[in-house]
C-alpha cells in the first residue's frame, strides 16, 4: 500500500525564517512526487511536480527537491502570506496518495 | 492558471437524500479524479475516471457512489443516499496525457443533516 508521510505536522517560525518540510514516501512505481498549498476552505494549488531523485523546483521562496525517499520543501525568507498546509502527494499508476500536510505558520 | 470549476460550493442535505456534485474539468484533460477531504483529515482518494469509465476506487467509493460524464465536458459524482459520515469537502481534479501537472478545484462542501 501506497504511503506518503509528512513532518513536522505544525511549524511556527518567524518571518525571514528559513526552514524545511519533510515528506517520506513509499509509492509503488512513482510517477511523481507533488507538492501543493491548501488556504483554509480551499482546494490544493498545484506547486511542483517532482520525478527522479536530484530533482529541484523553484517558484519564488520555495524550492523542492526529491531523494529516492524523501522530498524537502525548503522555505526562504518566508513571509505571513506564506502560511498555508503544505501537502505532498505520490502518484502510481493507481492514485495520487497524500500525506497529512504541515501546517505552516508564519509570523510577522 | 488552468481552472477546475466545481458546483456547487456548498450543500446541506437531509440524510438519504441524493446529490450530485458538477465538475468541469480542464478542457484536454483526460484523467479526472474524485477526492474527498474530512474537516481535519487528508485528502482522500475515491476514484479515478479515463476514457469514460472508472479505472481505480478506493474502498471509500461504495454502492452508494456513482461518477459520470454525461455530455463529454461536466463530470458528476454521484451520492445515491447519503450519511453523516459523507459530510466532508468533495475535490475534483483533472490530469493531461503528459501527467506533469493535476489540478484541483475548490471543492464542493457537504453537510449531511
Known amino acids: 500500500e501506497d504511503q506518503v508521510t509528512q513532518s513536522p505536522e505544525a511549524l511556527r517560525l518567524q518571518e525571514g525564517e528559513s526552514s524545511s518540510l519533510n515528506c517520506s514516501y513509499t509509492?509503488?512505481?512513482?510517477?511523481?512526487l507533488f507538492w501543493y498549498r491548501q488556504d483554509p476552505g480551499k482546494g490544493p494549488e498545484f506547486l511542483f511536480t517532482?520525478?527522479?531523485a536530484g530533482e529541484e523546483k523553484e517558484k519564488e521562496r520555495l524550492k523542492a527537491t526529491l531523494t529516492k525517499k524523501e522530498s524537502f520543501l525548503h522555505i526562504t525568507a518566508p513571509k505571513p502570506e506564506d502560511s498555508a498546509t503544505y501537502l505532498c502527494?505520490?502518484?502510481?499508476?493507481?492514485?495520487?496518495?497524500f500525506g497529512s500536510g504541515t501546517q505552516l505558520t508564519v509570523l510577522p | 492558471e488552468p481552472e477546475v470549476t466545481q458546483t456547487p460550493s456548498h450543500q446541506v442535505t437531509q440524510m438519504g437524500q441524493e446529490v450530485i456534485l458538477r465538475c468541469v474539468p480542464i478542457?484536454?484533460?483526460?484523467?479526472f479524479y474524485w477526492y474527498r477531504q474530512i474537516l481535519g483529515q487528508k485528502v482522500e482518494f475515491l476514484v479515478s475516471?479515463?476514457?469514460?469509465?472508472?479505472?481505480?476506487k478506493s474502498e471509500i467509493f461504495d454502492d452508494q457512489f456513482s461518477v459520470e460524464r454525461p455530455d463529454g465536458s461536466n463530470f458528476t459524482l454521484k451520492i445515491r443516499s447519503t450519511k453523516l459520515e459523507d459530510s466532508a469537502m468533495y475535490f475534483c481534479?483533472?490530469?493531461?496525457?503528459?501527467?506533469?501537472?493535476?489540478?484541483f478545484g475548490e471543492g464542493s462542501w457537504l453537510t449531511v443533516v
Open positions: 481534479a483533472t490530469r493531461s496525457w503528459s501527467g506533469n501537472t493535476i489540478y
Open positions: 509509492v509503488s512505481g512513482l510517477r511523481g
Open positions: 517532482l520525478y527522479s
Open positions: 502527494a505520490g502518484l502510481s499508476a493507481r492514485q495520487l496518495t
Open positions: 478542457s484536454n484533460h483526460l484523467y
Open positions: 475516471f479515463y476514457n469514460n469509465e472508472i479505472s481505480e
